[in-house]
């Protein structure tokens, strides 16, 4: 019988906050049960062991909401990234979790039970104040507050993982929702809104309003009748909402849809999150402009690594100037928007071009590399380089030096590239400069380079080769890169340390980002931006997807752990 209910075709209406129409299944998304855990305490033993869970729920939201903010910076959203930063302030006031360390010290019982205890006393505070502009910053208390009850649970990944897992895009329901919850829906790929109570000036509607989904707002009673999985048709332009629809109503809608979703195609972004909510950039290796299409095809967010030799090696002689920079033109419109990231030209040891003498070297990899090469090559530096720094006019573009081995290159290279602009009047707006870290002596020596980059990324193909002196071409030395990973894990989670100190963005680039089993060994150690092959980014997307941030952690920590070992056994007995 109640089968039968469900099925009945149901028309409700609301207000239309996006036009369009959407046509999916529902996924009913609900905020968490105050009620139930005020009502669940405990006695604890352990008060320490509780005030660590809850140290470790603020480092956590900490972590969420920078990330969010930065998603928001990097998306353009403004509204956004201004929302969590005024998030990440709630989360200093010490007063407000100061409290709760010493209800826990005094009442002895479970922190989230008085968590939600001293959070339904805040909403009843709230509830009496007639003030609307005051009443209105319970939604960011609640916002936040609700967030440390969720990493304290450890449910943050339930809420994120049923949408991470939806290949259908599903019609998201819910009673109301809070400007984080729609932060993080923007990510996902959802084909349409229905939020039951929301005013249409909140935050939320106003971030809403940012989306190209149909979505529609105050539609009473909608979260009752609806069930997860129920068939739904958002009409958005007449604020009708239709549930478990007929088959001649949903023919009637696809025929319209169809007919509005070539007028209203816009090209999505894609998002990834880890399981608990931390945001991965998603990058892609790529060399010529139907790669890059593909890699964008693929979910890529950007191109972390044009591998500009390519476009030179097999010629007999130096390409024609304007050839180049078409190329470079062809590139950014297949990145369509995204940030592109050439790396200057690396060539020497095995990548040689016919028009250009180089005397043979007796260590080629240690040799005339990347910058080197270049600098002993003045005309192909200054014809290369101009190239791309005039590329900049089709589009933001990160130009990366490959091989720096000590700062002095950087400042020579510089040097030339102020002469290029002011010769050329190139708008220096659109460019910005990095290196690749993929010499030891750079990841030592990091901090006298970071004012002089905007980022970094690290090449752990050569980073191997060098640590470990085993070259990277030789077949036979297997084993050395096999066993390289705790101490290659060591060295890139020193290198995003100093990022992070710095503010500077760190990828890494090399083919440890493209291998799902070592990729999220990378976020463990920090990194939050990862280059991949095209046609590894799908396998990289589900790894990133599938781990929380703990679990990446503990994994690099077991690795770091069989080098650092127990220091005991160095100490030599009296
Ligand atoms: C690296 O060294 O890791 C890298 C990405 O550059 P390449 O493989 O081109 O040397
Ligand atoms: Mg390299």
């Known amino acids: 019988m109640a089968e039968a209910i469900r099925k009945v075709s149901i028309e409700l209406s609301g207000i239309t906050l996006n036009p369009g129409i959407a046509i999916g299944r529902a996924y009913r998304f609900k905020q968490i049960d105050l ?61 407000f979790l100061q409290s709760i360390r010493d209800a826990v010290k005094i009442e002895r019982l479970n ?39 969720r990493n304290l649970l450890e449910i943050e990944h339930v809420r994120i993982a049923p949408l991470l897992r939806a290949r259908l895009n599903p019609i998201l329901v819910a009673e109301h929702l809070l400007p984080s919850d729609i932060a993080l829906l923007e990510f996902r790929n959802i084909a349409g809104l229905i939020i039951e109570e929301a005013s249409a000036v909140s935050h939320v509607a106003i971030i809403a309003q940012s989306f190209s989904i149909p979505t529609i707002i105050n539609v009473p009673g909608v979260t009752s009748i609806v069930h997860s999985d129920n ?29 509005t979703s070539k007028k209203n195609q816009v090209r999505k972004y894609h998002h990834y999150l880890t399981r608990d909510g931390i945001r991965i950039r998603l990058e892609a ?55 592109v990231t050439i790396r200057l030209l690396d060539l020497g040891a095995d990548k040689s071009l016919p028009f250009i003498n180089v005397p043979a070297e007796t260590n080629p990899q240690l040799g005339l590399r990347g910058i080197r090469y270049l600098f002993a090559n003045p005309d ?48 220096r707006s659109g460019i910005s400069m990095g290196i690749m870290v993929e010499i030891p002596s750079v990841v030592w020596s990091l901090p006298q380079f970071m ?30 890169r096999r066993a390289s ?45 990862l280059s991949a092959r095209v046609n590894a980014l799908d396998a990289i997307k589900k790894e990133i997807e599938s781990k929380s941030m703990d679990q990446a952690q503990v994994a690099v920590g077991k690795y770091l752990e069989m080098i650092n070992g127990n220091h005991s056994q160095y100490r030599r007995s009296a």
Do not use: W
């Open 285 to 339: 290796n790529a060399n010529t402009p139907q790669e890059i299409e593909s890699a964008i095809e693929n979910g890529a967010e950007g191109i972390g690594l044009v591998r500009s030799e390519f476009f030179y090696l097999g010629r007999s002689k130096y390409p024609d100037p304007q050839e180049e920079l078409n190329f470079y033109r062809e590139i950014h419109k297949s990145a369509a928007g995204r940030p």
């Open 380 to 427: 192909l530096l200054d014809r290369h380089f101009r190239s791309v720094l005039k590329s900049s006019k089709y589009g933001p573009v990160r130009i990366m030096v490959p091989f720096v081995s000590i700062i002095q290159e950087l400042d020579y290279l510089y040097e030339i590239m102020e002469r290029i602009i002011s010769e050329e009047r190139i708008n």
């Open 485 to 529: 990973l705790p101490v290659l894990l060591k060295m890139i989670k020193s290198v995003a340390q100093a990022a992070l100190i710095y503010n500077k963005d760190v990828s890494v680039c090399g083919e440890i980002a493209s291998d799902p089993a070592t990729a999220s060994l990378l976020i463990g150690a920090g990194i939050r931006i």
């Open 111 to 149: 922190v989230e039970h008085i968590l939600s205890v001293k959070i339904g006393d805040i909403e009843q505070r709230f509830r009496s104040i007639e003030n609307e502009t005051v009443r209105t910053r319970l939604v960011d208390i609640q916002d936040v507050y609700y967030r440390l009850l």
């Open 35 to 95: 009620e139930s855990l005020k009502n669940n305490f405990f006695p604890i033993k352990d008060i320490n062991l509780e005030l660590s869970r809850l140290q470790r729920s603020i480092d956590k939201s900490k972590e969420q909401l920078s990330s969010l903010q930065k998603a928001g910076i990097d998306t353009g959203k403004k509204d956004i990234a201004d929302i969590f930063a005024a998030h990440i302030q709630l989360l200093q006031d010490t007063t």
């Open 231 to 259: 068939t739904i048709i958002i009409d958005g332009f007449s604020g009708k909402v239709i549930i478990n629809p007929t088959l001649p109503e949903t023919a009637s809608y696809k025929l319209k849809k169809n007919g």
């Open 451 to 480: 004012d002089k980059v905007d980022f970094l990324s690290i090449g752990t193909n050569d980073l191997t080769q060098f640590t470990f002196a085993a070259d990277r071409e030789n077949r036979k030395l297997e084993e050395f």
